[in-house]
């Protein structure tokens, strides 16, 4: 440093210890330069409220080139430092492009990172609360998830699913972050969503036995009681050290079975991860006309597998259930089976969960023979017809039908298309019979 020219101070961040720095340095003393990818000053402590908002966004942010324009502000990562020559090597945070900044005096304040603990799945399947933008993805997420629910095709099962919020540590942030969560829930949603009140659960997840550790008992019981009265579930002692794994191992069913009849499936799921599954969640069947599940399958129906919680690491549980299939036509078709449907247990692998079991659809043949009915007739009158129905399919037919009398101007049946042309004669209520006899008007 010279002791004619102005010092420069390069100072890193833009958080509580830089800010504040920055925000009371004198600058007509130095020349100051501030690197740092976030170029706001943010309050913590009010960022969990921004999540349902009940603050917005912009009201716990300070610009930094507003707060002190006579700063200059550089929007880039700190990567290196060369402490011998005194220079900064930085890198933009929109574009990763180098650059060097010498320095006389460099103040280092870039705070820390989110700790996952080195825990599997933590980083892939959680959403941190740190940044702004980490708030923003969890209210998108809450928004998206009451969205979901709200649509008529979802059923109450998977609306429970979609509204099932765990939180990941009862410490300050994760008290306070399920504590608007169940705010926003009684003075929010209530009103917008009262459907789908009684499908929200909040449930906080503490590795120690006590809510708030480091504050004092008091707080601590307080806290505990006011969760309870608000049925916020909180599970003392579950240390989330790994992730679980649960696997699909066995699906047995039946090889072939009737359209809309009931069918037998059983199931056997393993929790292949190295800790308990401790959240509960939903076994599933679809039938599918593809071995893949994609989307576009019916539902055959769901198994709550609250009771098989916690489901150990190496422990199975085989489950049976009979459900009436969907009618997917006649044909070869594919029974999906899927343990933790709708993904509440966070896995290390996600990927097998999922069973296929070939199975053969058959169905009643329906033909019509021997129809009997007189040459002429009057109009207006009256005239008796009979016919014969034979089922020749390899199943009896299980559901009633209609079978109709039409008459038309040509032998072709396209009655229901025209039907002031051919008009429906006479229609005769049959459960499934071999001869039908009708007595029908003629019109
Ligand atoms: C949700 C939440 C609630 C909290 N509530 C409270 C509370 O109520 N009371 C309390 O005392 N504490 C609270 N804290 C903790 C508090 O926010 C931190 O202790 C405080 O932010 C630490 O200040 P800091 O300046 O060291 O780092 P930070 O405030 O984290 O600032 C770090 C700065 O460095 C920048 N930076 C990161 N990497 C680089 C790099 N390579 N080069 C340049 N800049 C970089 C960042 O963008 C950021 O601007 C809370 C934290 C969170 C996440």
Redesign the pocket.
Known sequence: MSLTSTPNIVV????????SFVKKVDASLLNVTV????NH??F??L??STTVGTIEFRSIIESIRVARPEVEYIQ????SADLERNILV?EGALDQTRFELPYDYLVI????K?NTYGIPGVGEYTLP???LADARAIRQRIIECFEQAANPAITDTESKHLLQFVVVGGG??GV??AAEMNDFLVDDLRKVYPSLLPFVQITVLEGSHQLLGTFDATLQEYTARMFRRQRINVRMGSLVVRVADLRAVELTGPAEAVSERQITVSWTVENRGAVPALLQWYDTVYLSTDPFYDGNDRHVGDLWAGDRVPLGPGETYTAGQAFALPNLGVGERFLLFITDRYENQAETDETDNVLVRPITLVGPDLIVSDSVSPESAVLNGTVDVSWTVTNQGAVPAPADWYDYVVLSANAFLDAFVHASLQPAIGVNWETWREVGMAAATLN
């Open positions: 890193l961040g833009t958080g509580f210890s830089a800010f690197v740092s990818p976030r000053f943010l913590t402590p960022l969990p880039a990562y700190a990567h930085s304040a870039v705070g820390s989110s609360l740190k940044e300050p942030t306070e972050f």
